[in-house]
T-cell receptor, first 112, second 109 residues
C-alpha cells in the first residue's frame, strides 16, 4: 500500500518550459489536492478536486492547470514555467474534505 | 483575516526534555491536523484532532475548539524529533487546509 505517490521527485526546468507533475493515490480517496511550499513557510493550496470530475482553484492557482484523470490520479501542469514557481510541490488526498489528508513525499522543482 | 498562528517559531531542546507547541486559530474548524516535516522534507501525519485529546507514544495533542487552540506535547524528546511541526486547519466555512508557518524544533544530543 503506497499511499500517495508523486513523480518525479526532482526536476530542473528552464524558464518557459512546460511540465506535468503526476500524483496517484491507492486509498480509494475521493478528494485530492496540490500544494506548494516555499522556504520557511507552510503549504499553500494551488488546486483541489473534491471528487472525480471536479476541480477548483485554491489560494495560489495562477500559472497552473490541473486534471483529475480518474479517481486515482490528479496531475498539475505548468504551461510556461517561471522562476517564481520554484518550490516544493505536495500532493495530498482524503476520503472526503473534512477527513485527514495524507501527503506524498513532494516534488522539488527548480526553474532557472 | 482568518489565521493560523503557531508558537514558538523556533525551539531548541536537549535530548530528554519535554515541550509544548501551540496552534491558535481565528475561526471555527472541522478538521485540525498536526504534521511533522522531517529533515528530508517528508510530511508525517501526527494527529487528526478537531477536538479532544489523543496520545501516540511520546506525543499527545489536545484541541479546545471552543477556545480556538490546539497543543502538541512532546515528552522525552529525541534527536529524531527534530524538524518542523505544522498545524493545519479546515475552516467550517471553507474547503481547504490552511497551514500555520510551523515551529522549527531542534533536539540536541
Amino acid at each position: 500500500n503506497a499511499g500517495v505517490t508523486q513523480t518525479p521527485k526532482f526536476q530542473v526546468l528552464k524558464t518557459g518550459q512546460s511540465m506535468t507533475l503526476q500524483c496517484a493515490q491507492d486509498m480509494n480517496h475521493n478528494s485530492m489536492y496540490w500544494y506548494r511550499q516555499d522556504p520557511g513557510m507552510g503549504l499553500r493550496l494551488i488546486y483541489y478536486s473534491a471528487s472525480e470530475g471536479t476541480t477548483d482553484k485554491g489560494e495560489v492557482p495562477n500559472g497552473y492547470n490541473v486534471s483529475r484523470l480518474n479517481k486515482r490520479e490528479f496531475s498539475l501542469r505548468l504551461e510556461s514555467a517561471a522562476p517564481s514557481q520554484t518550490s516544493v510541490y505536495f500532493c495530498a488526498s482524503n476520503v472526503i474534505s473534512n477527513q485527514p489528508q495524507h501527503f506524498g513525499d513532494g516534488t522539488r522543482l527548480s526553474i532557472l | 483575516g482568518i489565521q493560523v498562528e503557531q508558537s514558538p517559531p523556533d525551539l531548541i531542546l536537549q535530548e530528554g526534555a519535554n515541550s509544548t507547541l501551540r496552534c491558535n486559530f481565528s475561526d471555527s474548524v472541522n478538521n485540525l491536523q498536526w504534521f511533522h516535516q522531517n529533515p528530508w522534507g517528508q510530511l508525517i501525519n501526527l494527529f487528526y484532532i478537531p477536538s479532544g485529546t489523543k496520545q501516540n507514544g511520546r506525543l499527545s495533542a489536545t484541541t479546545v475548539a471552543t477556545e480556538r487552540y490546539s497543543l502538541l506535547y512532546i515528552s522525552s524528546s529525541q534527536t529524531t524529533d527534530s524538524g518542523v511541526y505544522f498545524c493545519a486547519v479546515r475552516w467550517t466555512s471553507g474547503s481547504r487546509l490552511t497551514f500555520g508557518e510551523g515551529t522549527q524544533l531542534t533536539v540536541n544530543p
